[in-house]
Nanobody
Framework: QVQLVESGGGLVQAGDSLRLSCAAS????????MGWFRQAPGKEREFVAA????????GYADSVKGRVTISRDNAKNTVYLQMNSLRPEDTAVYYC?????????????????WGQGTQVTVSS
């Protein structure tokens, strides 16, 4: 089993930056593609970004492309999400997810392991 713990969320103003971290334990995630998703109140959980197990390939939702960067440090069993130029519409609970396989995906149902989430609130 893989346990994931997110951190780094908070209350910021529009235009600010945040760096989210996702620390894994229980099993190495070095061979797993990883993803970040978010869920705003009353909305479905949606894809934000994904990264392949090597870190070479990444993918982003159109709504965050150019403002967000996903990265990983396999030696630390940790994945990061750098978010810049934050907007009020980025307000959500952000979840880290492990796919259990090497190929990345934007589909939430392909991720069996999830963290508890970290709240990001962006004020205007």
């Amino acid at each position: 089993q893989v346990q994931l713990v997110e951190s780094g969320g908070g209350l910021v103003q529009a235009g600010d930056s945040l760096r989210l971290s996702c620390a894994a334990s229980g099993r190495t995630i070095s061979r797993y593609a990883m993803g970040w998703f978010r869920q705003a109140p009353g909305k479905e959980r949606e894809f934000v970004a994904a990264i392949s197990w090597t870190g070479v390939n990444t993918g982003y939702a159109d709504s965050v492309k150019g403002r967000v960067t996903i990265s990983r440090d396999n030696a630390k069993n940790t994945v990061y999400l750098q978010m810049n130029s934050l907007r009020p519409e980025d307000t959500a609970v952000y979840y880290c997810a492990a796919s259990g396989k090497t190929t990345m995906s934007s589909v939430k149902y392909e991720y069996p392991y999830w963290g508890q989430g970290t709240q990001v609130t962006v004020s205007s």
